[in-house]
């Protein structure tokens, strides 16, 4: 070989196309032939002219070639970052054939290009590399080529690369492309990045041998765009499937793009064929998107639905969707038809975007006949109760006021009823000390603790059944108020060394109404007796306004039981009861005379000249906020008792002497309230409820009891005469109530409770089960994701309930269980079911079976009986890209009817 300035010319004129990797000739044609690269070298700008040489030259001529190279590549801007290079065997050079080659495990990487294999050859002549895995001891191909630039990653066979063109040509390339894997005989790669592909494949299974494909003859993959395809048919374990199609088109873009949403079809018994949810996905912006989905039925029945996520970083982010059915069978005159809809909206706000005011969204609104009909979760279909709430607030730095809005909707779905309010709004001074100075020692005389505050509030309110709520009528019976109130009191007067606790108050308080109502009695005409009572309600405007003073006495002593025991070795060490009783009583004196009276006397039984019955009214009755002052005097006394009791245990087998704290009682309160002042009924119910935990937490039990003292007529109506008095007994059980719930899992199982209730990110979801959508109900699952990890769980529910308000009791007796079991690393079977043992049936049952098939899923549920008796049988590619390429089987509910 022979290295002459001539040639050193040469390697500067190239450098002006080879960009980085020329760095590498460079340090490489000044280097010795058959060097040895034990560890990695890199190129800096700033250490080109010191690059030497051993070979037959100077060292002081060659010295002066190499900055003259060096000094024309930094004039071409060519060197942007340092060249780094490697190979774990050596590197050759070859001056006759002006080529470079690099052996086992070799790479170079230049900013964003990186490429890897065990052979790279580099012809400085031509602009070309070309790289290859080489054959091993056990005659293998090791170390093929992986070629990366940016994003974009190349495993295949042999890679050749020009430089100045940017082309190259691929033998048997495995690329990813989106979510999907591109496979390819021969390939070729255009200077603007596209992918030319003969005799190719398109999957999302990334098994070097996929198990199921579509073979394309030819194709062109348009970085982060699309793959567009000449014929494809479908391959599955290498079979050819009569399913092909003229030409092929795969969204390949890692940003959310427009298109159409290809709808499920199948049948059911009663409404016929289907095509359901199908549409257009509009990708907007950034920041939001819109689907509008379609739904048509061949019996007459039709849906339309519109949804949008929408989000913006640091702000705010939501989701909204809003579903409307007409459901009717036009050909059968007994199917009763309705007009279902169904609003969701969750909007939560940065804490980070506005800490002073915050805004949030959760809405959940539907009709009872769209939850009958049109819900595929099982869930919504046994839950009774909806609630949806959207709120604002306000707050002020450095001052007491506040301010919040509040649309609150709840829903009853067995008995169609929904209550409204819209809105609530409330602004607030929280409680100020107008008497203290701004230097606050902590210590106060007795009129630096006279605290005052302000709460105003105002609220619309609607009660009606869902098939009536948008009626005039409905809008017309909408109550609403206004009510504001200043508190004005004295606090931290304590007597008897603290013990107790004295605050006396006075307060204003005033509300307004739209209207009011006069009660009138009505007299028979012959007779002049009283036959009914007649409400008028009048529109008008008026304002109502109090001044009531009080006196609160509080009394909140803690008593504090230990039992020690006396055995050095005795597993319980000590017992701990804690009782804390408390008595506050309150008085309101009769302001009458100082103020309007809202009350108003009615005559109930008798004649016009001789009434035998009256009784008292407010006109404000059945308003918002009632009537604001008081008819007469009022007063009460409330009662509590708390305990709790728990201990301390040596445990087994430990050596260290720490007691460990178990609990025997988290708690067991008692309540009542005893009212003076009131006609009838001066005791109330006293309640007791407690709950405690067993077995290290895992088990859970609540209970409580209502007992009432006052006795029942012969009608089982409540009468004012106590129990004691009438039948012996202290009190009357009128409702009681236990619950056991426990939650069992696998060791492993217990290590993952620390996951999020989401699929983790980048896992593959599959298509969501259009029958039992949300039966799982187990840690094992999150939505539609499957967490075969977990081995087992197991989860039981037991209640039990009495009731007897009247005379005839009613019984509550059930058990829920549900579970899941993975037979296998593939094979997971989870169940849901539960016993009503009044009823002496079965609650909703489910069985799911899921089958794991690497790049494919299998699902079947079954409702084995019931109002729901259904089936569904699913097997689907996991990834979205594809998600119509499955087979559904299913029996509809619906059929059993």
């Known amino acids: 070989m022979f290295f002459n300035h001539q040639q050193n ?46 070979l037959n030259q100077s060292a002081d001529s060659l010295k002066a070639d190499t900055l003259a190279a060096s000094e024309k590549i930094k004039e071409k801007g060519i060197l942007e970052a340092p060249v780094i290079y490697a190979s774990e065997d050596s590197f050759i050079i070859s001056m006759g054939e002006q080529k470079t080659y690099l052996f086992k495990d070799a790479s170079v990487d230049y900013q964003n290009i990186s490429l890897k294999a065990n052979y790279i050859e580099f012809n400085i002549g031509t602009n070309t590399v070309i790289a290859s895995g080489m054959v091993d001891s056990a005659g293998l191909i090791a170390g093929k080529p992986i070629f990366k630039q940016g994003a974009d990653e190349y495993d295949s066979d042999t890679i050749r690369y020009n430089f100045e063109s940017h082309k190259g040509i691929i033998k048997n390339i495995i690329t990813k492309q989106g979510d999907g894997y591109l496979h390819s005989t021969r390939t070729k ?45 479908m391959v599955m374990e290498d079979i050819p499937l009569p399913l092909a199609l003229p030409f092929g088109f795969f969204p390949n873009t890692t940003t959310r793009s427009s298109g159409l949403i290809i709808p499920t079809y199948g049948e059911e018994q009663t409404r016929g064929f289907y095509l359901r949810n199908g549409g257009w996905y509009f990708a907007l912006n950034d920041y939001f998107d819109l689907t509008l989905l379609g739904s048509v039925y061949s019996r007459g029945t039709w849906g339309l639905s519109g949804s949008s996520v929408y989000k ?21 005159p007994e199917y009763v038809e309705s007009s279902d809809f169904k609003i969701t909206w969750n909007h939560s706000q940065d804490a980070k975007a506005n ?28 839950t009774n109760t909806k609630s949806s709430s959207i709120s604002y607030s306000k707050t002020w730095e450095g001052s007491p006021f506040n301010l919040t809005a509040n649309l609150q909707h709840s829903q009853n779905s067995k008995n169609n009823t929904v209550n409204l309010s ?56 909408m109550s609403n108020g206004f009510s504001h109130s200043i508190p004005i009191s004295l606090t931290n007067i304590k007597i008897l060394h603290n013990f107790v606790n004295i605050t006396p108050g006075i307060s204003y308080n005033g509300v307004l109404y739209t209207k009011y ?66 008595a506050s009583f309150s008085f309101s004196p009769d302001m009458s005379g100082v103020m309007p009276n809202y009350y108003r006397t009615l005559a109930t039984n008798g004649s016009v000249t001789q009434p035998l ?134 060791a492993a199982g217990d290590k993952k409770e620390s996951l999020s209730t989401t699929a983790p990110e980048g896992e593959p979801r599959g298509e ?78 489910n069985i799911n079976f899921h089958r794991d098939l690497h790049c494919w899923e299998m699902r079947f549920s079954v409702v084995p009986f019931g109002e729901r008796r259904s089936y569904s049988f699913s097997i689907s590619a996991k990834s979205s890209i594809l998600r119509d390429v499955k087979y559904n089987k299913s029996q509809s509910w619906r059929d059993n009817f």
Request: glycine share 6%.
């Open 613 to 746: 019955e009256t009784e008292e009214y407010s006109v404000y009755e059945g308003q918002i906020y009632g009537t604001p002052s008081v008819n007469g005097r009022s007063g009460s006394l409330s009662l509590r008792l708390n305990n709790t009791l728990e201990m301390k245990v040596r445990p087994k087998n430990d050596t260290t002497g720490e007691l460990k704290k178990v609990s025997i009682l988290d708690n067991l309160n008692f309540s009542t309230g005893y009212s003076p002042f009131v006609d009838h009924y001066h005791w109330s119910n006293l309640a007791m409820t407690g709950s405690t935990t067993l077995f290290e937490k895992k088990v859970n039990v609540q209970f409580s009891t209502v007992f009432n003292p006052y006795a029942l007529d012969s009608s089982g109506n409540k009468v004012d005469k106590y129990l004691i008095k009438e039948d012996g007994k202290l009190f009357r059980t009128t409702n009681a109530r236990i619950t056991i719930g426990f939650d069992l899992k696998s």
């Open 768 to 845: 969501s089960n259009p029958t039992l959508d949300a039966l799982n109900e187990s840690p094992a699952y999150y939505g539609d994701y499957v967490d075969y990890d977990i081995p087992w769980t197991l989860r039981v529910d037991y209640s039990w309930a009495y009731t007897k308000e009247r005379l005839t009791p009613s019984f509550t007796h059930t058990i829920r269980l549900g579970g899941d079991i993975s037979l296998t690393p593939k094979w997971k079977i989870s169940m849901n079911t539960g016993y009503d043992f009044i009823a002496k049936a079965f609650t909703m049952t």
């Open 189 to 233: 790669r255009l200077e603007d990045g596209e992918i030319h592909i003969s005799k190719g494949k398109y999957t999302t299974c990334d098994d070097p041998h996929p198990h199921f494909y579509i073979r394309l003859t030819k194709a062109i993959a348009i970085p982060k765009d699309k793959i567009l395809s000449g014929p494809a048919y």
């Open 422 to 477: 819209l809105p609530i709004m409330a602004f607030n001074m929280n409680r100020v000390y107008p008497f203290r100075g701004k230097n606050d020692d902590g210590k106060y005389n007795w009129f630096e603790n006279i605290q005052v505050s302000y709460a105003a509030k105002l609220e619309n309110r609607i009660n009606a059944t869902d098939s009536t709520l948008f009626t005039k009528k409905t809008l017309e019976n």
């Open 312 to 332: 913006v970083n640091y702000k705010f982010n939501g989701r909204f969707n809003a579903e409307f059915v007409k459901n009717q069978v036009k050909d059968d």
């Open 517 to 582: 109502i006069q009660k009138t009695p009505v007299y028979t005409d012959t007779s002049l007796y009283i036959n009914e009572i007649r409400i008028d309600t009048i529109d008008r405007v008026t304002y109502a306004q109090s001044l009531s003073a009080s006196l609160s006495i509080s009394v909140n002593p803690k008593f504090y039981g230990n039992y020690q025991s006396t055995k050095p070795n005795s597993y319980v060490a000590i017992v701990r009861h804690v009782m804390s009783p408390s």
């Open 9 to 54: 010319i040469r390697i500067v004129h190239a450098a002006n196309i080879l960009s980085g990797f020329l760095m590498l000739l460079v340090f490489l044609f000044n280097s010795p032939v058959n060097a040895v690269a034990q560890e990695p070298g890199q190129i800096q700008p700033d250490t080109i002219g010191a690059i030497t040489d051993s």
């Open 355 to 382: 800490p002073s005011q915050r805004f949030s969204a959760s809405v959940n609104f539907s009709t009872h006949a769209y939850d009958k009909n049109q819900s595929y979760n099982i869930n919504e279909y046994l």
